[in-house]
C-alpha cells in the first residue's frame, strides 16, 4: 500500500492534473467513475508498472523476514542408570551452579558394592601379611632342612671313608640306608625351598595382582555409584523439574525427561532470522538490520548480519533405511543469517525465543565511489539504496502496529 500511494503520487497524481488543469476535464463531467479507466489509463497503467518494479526492487534488494527468532538451547536432564529416585537437591524454576546436585537415585546396591570390593582390598593387604610371615616359617624350614641334610652327607662321607680303609668295619648295608637318608633329607630340603619360593611369588607377584584387581573394581564400583546422582554440568536455570522422592525413572527409548536445564546467556544478544531463497545472492556479512520484536514493542533494534549459513537446512538428507523422495523433503527452506548488535545492549531487554520482524538493507557506497561504474549502473544503484526508505518506514509502521494487533486485534 505504501508503494502504491508512492507510485501514484509520480503517476497517477501528474496525469490527473493535467487532465484536470491543463485539459478542462471535470470531475462528474468528463472525469467520472465510469470514464476513469479511459480518461486516466496513463497514470494508472504507470502507476501499476511503477508499484510492482519498485515492490521488487525493495524487497529483492532489502529483504524482509517474519522468520525471526532469538534461539536458545536447552539440556534435557537425564539420570545415567534408571531407579527409584532417593534424594531431589533442587526445585522448580530453581537457579543452579556448575556441579551442584540435582537429584540422587536409590544406591544400595551400589554402596554394597563399595564396601565389597573394599572388603577384597582389605582381605589382600592381610593375606599379605600373613605370607609375609608365612616366608619367615619357610626360611626357618629351608635352614632346617639343610642342617639335617648336611647332617646326612658328613656321616655319609665318613662311613664311606671307613668303609673304604676297611670293609669289615662298616656293612654295605649301613651305607645304602645312608644313602637313602641323604636323599630324602635332600627332598626335603628342595621342598623347603620351594615353598619358599612360592610364597616370594605370591606376595610379589599374585597378591600385587589380586590388589588392583581389587582396587579397579572399587573404582568401577565407585563410578558407578556417582552415576546415582545426576548433577548440573553448566550454570543455569531448571524449569520443567517436578521429580519426587519415590518416582521411578526407567531408562528406555522416547523416555521423557526429568527435567530442562536453560543454560545461562543461552542465545541471548543474537537473532536468526531465515530469509528467502531468491535472495541468498543479497544476503551477505556486514549488512546493516533493523528488528522489531513483540516482546520489547515500539522499538526498532538495530543489527548486523554476522554470519550466514552456507547451506539450506531444508536439502539435508537423513540417514534411513528409506531412499529420500524428493517430494517428501517438505517446503523450500530459507537462507539462515545470524543477526547481532550493532550497538552494545540493544538486545538485553529481549527474552530468548521472541519472535522478531527483520529488514536487512544491501549498501552499494563502495560500488558508487568507484570510478568504473557505468552510468546507468550508477543511477540503478542510487534507485537501491534510496527505496531502503520505504522498508525503513514500514518496519516502523509495523513496530507501531505490532502491539495492536496483539492486544486489540489477536483477541486479547
Not at 91 to 120: C, H, I, P
Request: charged share 20%.
Amino acid at each position: 500500500m505504501l508503494e502504491l500511494i508512492l507510485c501514484s503520487s509520480l503517476t497517477l497524481l501528474p496525469d490527473y492534473l493535467i487532465r484536470r488543469y491543463v485539459q478542462g476535464k471535470r470531475i462528474g463531467r468528463e472525469i467520472t467513475l465510469f470514464s476513469v479507466w479511459y480518461e486516466l489509463r496513463y497514470g494508472i497503467t504507470l502507476c501499476l508498472i511503477l508499484t510492482v518494479l519498485l515492490i521488487t526492487v525493495v524487497l529483492y534488494n532489502h529483504p524482509a523476514s517474519h522468520n525471526v527468532t532469538s534461539l536458545f538451547r536447552t539440556i534435557s536432564i537425564f539420570p545415567e542408570i534408571g531407579g527409584r529416585v532417593s534424594e531431589v537437591y533442587v526445585g522448580y524454576n530453581e537457579k543452579v551452579k556448575k556441579g551442584d546436585r540435582l537429584f540422587k537415585m536409590d544406591s544400595s546396591r551400589q554402596e554394597a558394592a563399595v564396601k565389597t570390593a573394599r572388603a577384597k582390598i582389605a582381605e589382600v593387604e592381610a593375606a599379605a601379611e600373613t605370607a609375609k610371615a608365612d616366608v619367615l616359617a619357610s626360611e626357618g624350614k629351608v635352614q632346617d632342612a639343610k642342617g639335617n641334610l648336611e647332617q646326612a652327607q658328613d656321616e655319609l662321607r665318613t662311613k664311606t671313608q671307613l668303609q673304604q680303609r676297611n670293609a669289615d668295619i662298616v656293612a654295605a648295608r649301613e651305607i645304602e640306608k645312608l644313602q637313602t637318608l641323604v636323599a630324602s633329607r635332600q627332598g626335603a630340603f628342595d621342598a623347603a625351598v620351594a615353598s619358599k619360593q612360592s610364597l616370594e611369588t605370591r606376595i610379589t607377584a599374585v597378591l600385587p595382582a589380586q590388589k588392583a584387581s581389587a582396587e579397579a573394581d572399587l573404582a568401577a564400583a565407585e563410578v558407578e555409584l556417582g552415576k546415582m546422582t545426576t548433577y548440573a554440568h553448566v550454570d543455569g536455570r531448571v524449569d520443567q523439574f517436578v521429580l519426587r522422592v519415590g518416582d521411578v525413572v526407567q531408562l528406555i527409548p522416547l523416555m521423557r525427561a526429568a527435567g530442562i536445564l536453560i543454560p545461562e546467556g543461552a542465545g541471548e544478544n543474537r537473532l536468526f532470522a531465515g530469509f528467502n531463497q531468491i535472495e541468498a545472492q543479497i544476503v551477505k556479512v556486514g549488512m546493516i538490520a533493523e528488528a522489531t520484536c513483540i516482546s520489547k514493542p515500539m522499538a526498532i533494534i538495530p543489527l548486523v548480519v554476522t554470519q550466514v549459513q552456507d547451506v539450506i537446512a531444508a536439502g539435508q538428507i537423513i540417514q534411513t533405511n528409506q531412499l529420500t523422495e524428493l517430494q517428501k523433503l517438505g517446503p523450500p527452506g530459507t537462507v539462515l543469517a545470524f543477526l547481532e548488535p550493532l550497538y552494545p545492549g540493544v538486545l538485553d531487554d529481549v527474552p530468548p525465543g521472541s519472535s522478531c520482524i527483520a529488514n536487512i538493507y544491501s549498501n552499494n557506497h563502495d560500488k558508487l565511489a568507484s570510478k568504473d561504474i557505468g552510468t546507468l549502473q550508477f543511477v540503478y544503484l542510487h534507485i537501491v539504496d534510496t527505496v531502503a526508505l520505504v522498508h525503513a518506514l514500514i518496519i516502523r509502521i509495523q513496530a507501531i502496529v505490532l502491539p495492536l494487533k496483539a492486544l486489540v486485534f489477536g483477541g486479547h
